[in-house]
């Protein structure tokens, strides 16, 4: 599966932005897909996993409560969406997708799409 993110860019602290990223194939429902992202200096982290039919979602304890993953199987997209964003959330954002749950969770995933950067101003 290919994949490709968009939608990041600059924003003040408080504001909103909506990753997208978009799967080529046929078999997308087959995979769990998540973001994770990585900051300047820092280690990636998971930040967010939906499971195949959004039975289940994992958000990291940074991100609860402020970002929302979703996917559309019949458009083959799944969704970030990023509210009260914090200077801390300024990473390039990937969106991956893998076969099993567990390995999504762990961040651990086989596919990847090119990273979005976002930025979040103070």
């Known amino acids: 599966v290919q994949l490709q993110a968009s939608g990041g860019g600059l924003v003040q602290a408080g504001g909103s932005l909506r990753l997208s990223c978009a799967a080529s194939g046929r078999t997308f429902s087959s995979y769990v897909m998540g973001w994770l992202r990585q900051a300047p200096g820092k280690e990636r982290e998971s930040v967010a996993a939906?499971?195949?039919?959004?039975?289940?979602?994992y958000y990291a304890d940074s991100v609860k409560g402020r970002f929302t993953i979703a996917r559309d199987n019949a458009k083959n997209t799944v969704y970030l969406q990023m509210n009260n964003l914090k200077p801390e959330d300024t990473a390039v954002y990937y969106c991956a997708a893998d076969g099993s749950w567990a390995s999504g969770v762990r961040g651990e995933y086989d596919y990847w799409g090119q990273g979005t950067l976002v930025t979040v101003s103070s």
């Open positions: 939906i499971s195949r039919y959004a039975g289940s979602t």
